[in-house]
Every structure is written in structure tokens, then in C-alpha cells.
């Protein structure tokens, strides 16, 4: 069985840093695209940064472009989102999401609960 | 790539037929998927490639379209189905969402 497991959210201040986590199991984590995807709350969903299997190709939506960084450690199955310069519209839950197959990225068939993200003084 | 949905909310009955659409700013010929969240989970995926039913989704769903314009149907709606409907392309980096279609019971 697939799982994904989030973590690494917190209470951070304006500026701050936060690395999430996300530990996947039940699948070759190194032949899927895996993706991060936050939701405000109340709000839609916003597709947030992408990684290849190999970690070779990484992608980012504009508006973390320069301030986040996916990468992903294939020898202990965990995603990563490194987070810098938050700001207060950072905040979130915070979702990993797999892509359905192999050669495929933007098909999330597995997710994770998520970890909230909190941009405050 | 932008994409809206109509209705935002939709207030239906157990039984009815539910149409929603997707429409997207540019091309994306079928780089479509449709997901469903239920509050206090995470998505779930209903159907890709526009028109493919994902594995385990009960066959009342149904999606169409092609290019920019993209519906998903509920030939009878459930109770189960009583969520939020998102779409989403994936033609093109950055993947984007439409805003979300709130199907509530009347």
C-alpha cells in the first residue's frame, strides 16, 4: 500500500525557513515523479513544485520560484521542499503527491495527509 | 495556463445529473484531470487524460473534452459525491488548477 507522510510544518515568522518532509513507502519511490501541492485554507489547491524519478528535472510555479527548492534522497525514500524568505501567503496545508506511473508527472494518484505551514509573527 | 470551472457551487439532489465544466485559457489537448476533495482529506482522482476513469471510481463519473473545453459528469449523483470538484492540466509546467466546483446537497 501506497503511503506518504508529511512533515515539518510549523509556526514560523515572516522571512523564516522550513524544511518539509515527506516519507514515502509501498512503491519504487525512485521510478515516480513526485509533486508538492498547498491548499489555505478554505481555498483551492496550488500546485506548488515538481521533481523528475531521477531528481534531474525540478519545477516550480511562480510564485516560490527562487525562494523554494524540491529535491529527494532515493536511498531513504523521502521528498523534501526547503523553504525560504516565507511570507504570510506561504501559509498552508502543505500536500506530497506521486505521480500515477512511470514517465508521468502530472497525475497525482497518492497523497498525503499534508503538514501545515504557518507564516505569523 | 488558467483554468476556470462553472459552476463554482452547485446545490444538488441524490439522483440528479451533475455536469461540470473546465475551461482552459490555452490548448491543452487532453492534459485534463479532475480530482475530488472531501473536507478534511486530501484529493482524490477521479479521471484522467480527460476522459480515462481512474481505477476504483464507480463508473457514474464520466469525463469529456478536448483542447479547452472539458466537462465531468455524475449521470446520478450519490451521497458520497457530495464535494468539491477540482481540475487540472498538465500540458504544461507550472500545472495548474481550476478553482473548485462545491457540489451541496438541496
Known amino acids: 500500500e501506497v503511503q506518504l507522510v508529511e512533515s515539518g510544518g510549523d509556526l514560523v515568522q515572516p522571512g523564516g525557513s522550513l524544511r518539509l518532509s515527506c516519507a514515502a513507502s509501498?512503491?519504487?519511490?525512485?521510478?515516480?515523479?513526485m509533486s508538492w501541492v498547498r491548499q489555505a485554507s478554505g481555498k483551492g489547491l496550488e500546485w506548488v513544485s515538481g521533481?523528475?524519478?531521477?531528481?534531474?528535472?525540478?519545477y516550480y510555479a511562480d510564485s516560490v520560484k527562487g525562494r523554494f527548492t524540491i529535491s529527494r534522497d532515493s536511498s531513504n525514500n523521502i521528498l523534501y521542499l526547503q523553504m525560504k524568505s516565507l511570507r504570510a501567503e506561504d501559509t498552508a496545508l502543505y500536500y506530497c503527491?506521486?505521480?500515477?506511473?512511470?514517465?508521468?508527472?502530472?497525475?497525482?494518484?497518492?497523497w498525503g495527509q499534508g503538514t501545515l505551514v504557518t507564516v505569523s509573527s | 495556463i488558467q483554468l476556470t470551472q462553472s459552476p463554482s457551487f452547485l446545490s444538488a439532489s441524490v439522483g440528479d445529473r451533475v455536469t461540470i465544466t473546465c475551461r482552459a485559457s490555452?490548448?491543452?489537448?487532453?492534459?485534463l484531470t479532475w480530482y475530488q476533495q472531501k473536507p478534511g482529506n486530501p484529493p482524490k482522482l477521479l479521471i484522467y487524460?480527460?476522459?480515462t476513469l481512474q481505477s476504483g471510481v464507480p463508473s457514474r463519473f464520466s469525463g469529456s473534452g478536448s483542447g479547452t473545453e472539458f466537462t465531468l459528469t455524475i449521470s446520478s449523483l450519490q451521497p458520497e459525491d457530495f464535494a468539491t470538484y477540482y481540475c487540472?492540466?498538465?500540458?504544461?509546467?507550472?500545472?495548474?488548477f481550476g478553482p473548485g466546483t462545491k457540489v451541496d446537497i438541496k
Open positions: 509501498g512503491f519504487t519511490f525512485n521510478s515516480y515523479a
Open positions: 487540472q492540466q498538465l500540458n504544461s509546467y507550472p500545472f495548474t
Open positions: 487524460s480527460a476522459s
Open positions: 521533481i523528475n524519478h531521477s531528481g534531474g528535472s525540478r
Open positions: 490555452q490548448g491543452i489537448s487532453d492534459y
Open positions: 503527491a506521486k505521480a500515477r506511473r512511470f514517465g508521468e508527472s502530472g497525475i497525482f494518484d497518492s
